[in-house]
């Protein structure tokens, strides 16, 4: 059975291993999607190795920039994002003569990253004229998508946000009510506020927002998280990460090589 699976630590918050499963079901699919939750990136060849009908691999936390190490090719894009969450598994034929081919034990890896594609076609829609400027929050590799996808593909300006103060980013402590009104587009790509620790929230002068905020947080367990009550309490709009991982994962069906319609 071809298998497709995603690597992280950890998965428990996890929502492509569902998401896939489903789909297969639905659409009569012969495929199955494994969790492969590993405490370093170290264990990934050893995934590789042990799956030989392993065909796409999504790639989350903490190792989307650890990954790129293993891989063989890196499309551009990812490239220029400095991060990959999807890695096609490609099986090479090895011929033995003539007549007949055998399946290499080194598939080639090549790595994408759909993030970006899911947040662009998830946040276009709601940003206005007056949208110009953005704040993001956290570092991670996530982070990196979410800064080309808002420079490069929507023409915002960007500003990182980080707990500790690192040139050419601010720290929490920085954001003011001249700074939030200058940059109208937070977008949370911390963990905070991820279930369980739902009480959570980023350190920001919400009372100082308005209807003319945008926030979007890519944390999508709770469906609302309190930084998302806190801005639409003050008249912000408002977005979870849910559609952005539905967007995000039938792109990377598509990278996989599938024609299957998801």
């Known amino acids: 059975m071809t298998t497709y699976g ?13 998401f896939f499963t489903e789909k297969f079901e ?31 691999l999504n790639v989350t936390i903490p190792y989307k920039q650890q990954v790129m190490q293993y891989l063989d090719d890196i499309s551009p894009e990812a490239k220029a994002i400095g991060a990959v969450n999807v890695v096609k598994v490609s099986p090479q034929l090895s011929t033995v003569n003539s007549k007949l081919s055998t399946l290499n034990s080194k598939p080639t890896l090549t790595g994408y990253n759909s993030d970006v594609i899911g947040f662009v076609n998830s946040i276009r829609p709601l940003l206005k004229p007056h949208h110009q400027k953005a704040l993001i929050l956290g570092t991670g590799g996530a982070s990196k998508a979410i800064h080309y ?13 980080s707990r500790t103060a690192r040139e050419g980013m601010i720290t929490y ?5 001249s700074v939030l009104k200058e ?13 369980p620790h739902v009480d959570e929230c980023p350190a920001l002068p919400y009372e100082v927002m308005n209807e003319h905020h945008l926030l979007y947080d890519l ?11 806190k801005g639409a309490a003050q008249g912000a709009t408002v977005k979870n990460g849910l559609e952005m991982l539905h967007l995000q994962a039938i792109a990377s069906w598509e990278f996989w090589g599938n024609q299957e319609k998801l």
């Open 26 to 56: 639905k659409e009569g699919i012969d495929a199955q999607y494994l969790n492969f939750e590993i405490p370093s990136i170290e264990e990934f060849p050893k995934i590789i190795e042990s799956h030989p009908d392993l065909r796409g």
């Open 183 to 195: 940059y109208e587009v937070i977008v949370n790509c911390s963990p905070v506020g991820m279930y």
């Open 173 to 177: 402590d920085d954001i003011d009510a």
């Open 149 to 161: 996808g808002l420079t490069e593909k929507l023409g915002l300006e960007t500003l990182f946000v």
């Open 6 to 18: 995603l690597i992280g630590y950890p998965l428990g918050h996890s929502f492509s291993r569902k």
């Open 219 to 229: 944390v999508y367990n709770p469906l609302e998280t309190l930084f998302m009550k």
